[in-house]
């Protein structure tokens, strides 16, 4: 029995051929042909240059029982599939400074803090399984919408004329054509974003108060002893002083008993179910939680907007990537298998619930 339909290994391969010249973000829009020719086939299409600012190499990886085909065509011009194993001096050169290289493993050495701070990690983990489910599922984007979201990205960026937009480009390196995959690529992202939340709007009728903006000053502490203590001393101090006073108590947390102090805006649905009438004034701590102590310095009732849309969105896609890095297989090209494996366990972690966060 054959593993695929008649003719697909040879459309395939006609297709890399045809697209040997393209830029990937050609090559991914005319996928979009091949993809409806063959419902139902996963396939994604991959590719990498021989060197920077040398020609590209695409394949096509498709899923079959039991594992994957890889399909491959090399224009006479690039090193064929077997060959790109073997590496050159160049390579292992990132940078190169008034004449001294730096290599990779000097690179690394810098980028040390990627095993101290999971977040980095999970950023690039978060790149890739995007990445990888805009392949397997691509989101289009019209030419019209297309330009309407570079008008946009300028827009965000004051670049508000053809100079200004110009001397950004070419301060970056860019021409017209990668400054429109940048934005394809935002615009596919956002796209997916809704992909996966749905509709805003209704998860923000069943729960408004969820989303009522409040302002909060954050004391972290050293250890969970000292965070009790700070709760008794700003509790107290709420009762005698007004709740405009209460951000510089708690500031004297800082320089008097060592906490981290912070002054940031969050929604209500963000601080757990003890703050489901919190108001002006209350002090929010979790017993054997972490050492984190919360001040509420004031309530601006819920309103759908466009940032309220935006953060439901975004609570709901980051649950979405926790569920996908769990299941994920990493692989670590760099790094000992303590720090990897420490990283790994962060990423594979669930994100803190609404109920669990101080």
Known sequence: MPIFSDHLLTDVLAFLWRIGDAEPAE????????????????????????????????DMLISAPDGTVSVAFAPARAIPWPLRGSHNAGEQVVVRVD?????MEQAMAVLDGLWGDSSLAVRLVNAALVEQELERDPVELPAEEL????DAFRRARGLLTVEATREWMAERGLDHAALEEIVRQEAAIAGLRRRVTGDAAELFAAAPGDYDRLRV???????????EAGVARLREAGRSAP?????????????????????????RCDLGPDAAEAGA????????????????????PAVFDDETRR???????DRWLTARRREASVEWMWGTA?????????????????????
């Open 281 to 300: 004034g209350d002090v929010l701590h979790r017993a054997g939680g972490e050492p984190v102590v919360t001040c509420v310095l004031g309530v601006r």
């Open 99 to 103: 004449g001294v290289d730096v290599k």
């Open 243 to 267: 709740t405009e006073d209460l951000l510089a108590v708690a500031a004297a947390e800082a320089f008097e008993h060592g906490a981290d102090v912070r002054l940031a805006p969050t929604y």
């Open 338 to 358: 303590r720090r990897t494996d420490s990283v790994t366990r962060a990423l594979r972690a669930s994100a803190p619930a609404a109920s669990e966060v101080p």
């Open 147 to 150: 330009q309407n979201a570079v």
């Open 311 to 317: 953060a439901i969105e975004q609570r709901i896609f």
């Open 217 to 227: 000053v954050r004391s972290r502490y050293a250890r969970p002893e000292d965070a």
């Open 27 to 58: 090559a991914k829009r005319l996928l979009g042909g091949l993809r409806a020719e063959h419902p139902g086939v996963p396939m994604r299409l991959v590719w990498q240059r021989d060197f920077p600012g040398g020609s590209r190499h695409y």
